[in-house]
């Protein structure tokens, strides 16, 4: 049996994968609620907005340290059984929410979480450098990456029905079971790579292959990918860690923070979070695809992987720190915030699929995922760095330093990348 098309196939897994991803992830903000509400997370377990804060950064240590650990588990098994062991632990640790009695038993399976569901990210950048030529990595990603977007859109009006109809235990335990299904499909379909997959007809197979670079066509099973030192004695290497260490928590300020905010500033209950809280990533998912497809066409037509990536870098860049700027002008309604927002996302997604190719613009497969899980994890512990200010600074102050803040890192990201990756091509070559 021949499939046309396998490649699409094979991404469109790792989207619904994502969806998944953020729905799990997404549900402990949204139910989170307050004191004062028994039927919340916080208020049926006694938990304060210091404790969320708290579970928030332990997450993210462990999700820090499961990018750099899964990008060497996926260049050494493999992406196939790198996303059978990564969704498997994360689809459980989900489940394991609703048994939960209190702070100790939260924050464990909260670790495990984190730990599990940053393969997915390594994983996907890897398996999209095994998939997809040069010129359509970027879209590839930004497909990806929408399903991060399409998964943050979904979650609030999903979890908060769920919530209302059967509570938050009962809502963990369908969320976590949808990781653990998504399994039995993967391993059906994505049988091995494009070099040797049974399925892969050969006029895609030639087309995959002829449009990767020279290292990637001469890489074998065998090959052996650079060690962690030798990645990062390419100065082009440093355009992602540090870029990323900027921009993350741009993202990561949204994702774990808007539902309270919207709580603290507006007075927003659980229902009604559900019901604001998913019209940024609209706005997430378009970007995601059209950043993917606008590098593609001006790689194609330049024939220049550097002008593709980075002009599309910076006009993400342009769009977020204007949309950043007018949260603290203008941002003075939750209808307002929320569309402002919307930009913002639709900015950050533009510029991150591109900026998230780079690794595997840069090296081969074999060194793909050990990049990409070390910048995800320099990513990881700025945002781990912003979630210990940000409730100290609310609570001094207001919110409104903290957007000034990440604003300022928009330049920063968008500097180091062009000042550390002056020509984004192989360095292998």
């Given amino acids: 049996m021949k499939v046309k098309g396998l490649r ?3 991404i469109g897994l790792i989207f619904i994968a994502t969806v998944i991803n953020y729905i799990d992830r997404s549900a402990l903000a949204i139910m989170w609620g ?6 919340s997370i916080s208020g049926s377990l006694d938990l304060t907005k210091s404790d969320y804060g708290l579970i928030l950064n332990i997450f993210m240590v462990f999700y820090a340290l ?5 990008g060497k588990l996926f260049d050494k098994v493999g992406t196939r059984i790198g996303y059978v062991i990564s969704i498997g632990v994360w689809g459980l640790s989900s489940f394991l929410h609703s048994t ?7 924050t464990f399976f909260r670790s ?12 996907g950048v890897k398996s999209n450098a095994e998939w997809f030529p040069i010129k359509e990595r970027a879209i590839a990603q930004g497909l990806f990456n929408a399903g991060a977007s399409i998964g943050s859109v979904i979650a609030p009006p999903f979890i908060a029905t769920l919530f ?8 963990f ?36 292959i002829e449009g990767q670079s020279k290292a990637d066509q001469e890489a074998t099973e065998d090959s052996k990918g650079l060690t962690l030192k030798s990645i990062l004695s390419h100065k082009e290497s440093w355009a992602i860690v540090v870029g990323r260490f900027f921009l993350e928590p741009i993202w990561w300020l949204f994702v774990g923070w808007m539902p309270l905010y919207l709580a603290d500033v507006y007075g927003f209950n659980v229902k009604e979070v559900g019901m604001f809280a998913w019209v940024p990533y609209v706005g997430a998912a378009l970007g995601s695809i059209a950043g993917g497809f606008v590098s593609g066409r001006i790689i194609a037509k330049t024939n220049s992987i550097d002008r593709g990536r980075k002009l599309t870098i910076l006009i993400g860049g342009v769009i977020m720190f204007l949309g950043l700027v007018a949260t603290v002008m203008f941002g003075d309604s939750p209808e307002r915030f929320v569309a402002i927002v919307f930009f913002v996302l639709f900015g950050f997604q533009f510029a991150i699929g591109n900026v998230q190719t780079l690794p595997s613009d840069l090296f081969s497969g074999k060194s793909v995922g050990s990049l990409a899980g070390l910048a995800g994890m320099v990513g990881v ?6 979630n210990f200010l940000v409730p100290i600074i609310q609570d001094k102050f207001s919110y409104t330093p903290i957007f000034v803040a990440i604003a300022a890192f928009v330049p920063l990201g968008l500097g180091a990348i062009y000042y550390f990756a002056r020509e984004i091509k192989s360095v292998e070559e």
Avoid: C
């Fill in 8 to 10: 699409w196939f094979i």
């Fill in 34 to 39: 307050s004191n004062d509400q028994p039927n």
């Fill in 100 to 106: 939960v009695r209190g702070l100790v038993g939260l």
């Fill in 66 to 70: 499961g990018q750099l650990f899964s």
């Fill in 164 to 171: 209302v109809a059967y509570g938050w235990r009962t809502t």
């Fill in 381 to 386: 512990f700025s945002v781990i760095l912003m």
């Fill in 173 to 208: 335990m369908v969320v976590g079971s949808f990781g653990i299904v998504w399994i039995i499909p993967w391993l059906l379909i994505n049988k091995a790579g494009p070099k040797k997959h049974p399925w892969i007809t050969p006029e895609e197979q030639k087309y995959i």
């Fill in 112 to 123: 495990t979480l984190g730990l599990s569901e940053a393969g997915n990210w390594p994983g």
